[in-house]
């Protein structure tokens, strides 16, 4: 069974700290992927990365950041969080099957 | 770049009745195709996806989905639901030549009603 992790299912924060969301697959998946899902909006992607080290902005990158040090996990990093960054974030891996297996979100609230 | 429209936010529809989810997508490359479902307080998985072959493709649970190059559509259809099937559908695409960008749909929240 494919199993993706998200180190917290609910975050609070404070505008202007810095907040790490980690994501963790199982299944030696080459690429690995940061959403957000808003109500209405659907999910919408943040960054990808195809390998380790290697990232690619995904439609809105602004206010993010990410990091892929090893293959099986994929960091989400707010810079200085900021209230309209309050959201579900989801994590994926994609098989080579371009079927996307997906972590169980992380519910971050920023005050 | 893609883009993916469901029209319809919410569905509801009675348990046995047949439903159909809409989705359209916009892309200048071909794409592979995808149903995700997110049951209540549960994460995205995948329900059915099209890639080549058949233009009409089934999931496990009674789903099917048909891909219309020429109407760029994706509709999801089940003759007749369960209370079960209820949850949030969300259509998405993907350019067919990396698979890196996956573009979703807003989705469609269906409702099946006793």
């Known amino acids: 069974d494919v199993k993706v992790t998200q180190s917290s299912r609910y975050l609070v924060k404070r505008t202007g700290e810095k907040v790490f969301l980690e994501c963790v697959q199982d299944?030696?998946?080459?690429?690995m992927f940061w959403y957000r899902q808003d109500p209405g909006l659907g999910l919408r992607l943040i960054y990808f990365s195809y390998d380790v080290k290697m990232k690619e902005k995904g439609d809105i990158p602004e206010g993010y950041s990410v990091s892929r040090e090893k293959k099986e996990r994929f960091s989400l990093i707010l810079e200085s969080a900021s209230t309209n960054q309050t959201s579900m974030y989801l994590c994926?891996?994609?098989?080579?099957?371009?079927?996307?297996?997906f972590g169980p979100g992380t519910r971050l609230t920023v005050t | 770049a893609q883009s993916v429209t469901q029209l319809d936010s919410q569905v509801p529809v009675f348990e046995e009745a047949p439903v159909e989810l809409r989705c359209n997508y916009s892309s200048s490359v071909s794409v592979y195709l995808f149903w995700y479902v997110q049951y209540p307080n549960q994460g995205l998985q995948l329900l059915l996806k099209?890639?080549?072959?058949?233009?009409l493709v089934e999931s496990i649970n009674g789903f099917e989905a048909e891909f219309n190059k020429s109407q760029t559509s994706f509709h999801l259809r089940k003759p007749s639901v369960h209370i079960s099937d209820t949850a949030e559908y969300f259509c998405?695409?993907?350019?067919?030549?990396?698979?890196?960008?996956?573009?979703f749909g807003p989705g469609t929240r269906l409702s099946v009603l006793p």
């Open positions: 299944m030696d998946h080459e690429n």
């Open positions: 998405a695409v993907t350019p067919d030549n990396y698979g890196q960008n996956f573009v």
């Open positions: 099209y890639l080549s072959g058949s233009t």
């Open positions: 994926a891996s994609r098989d080579r099957a371009y079927e996307q297996y």
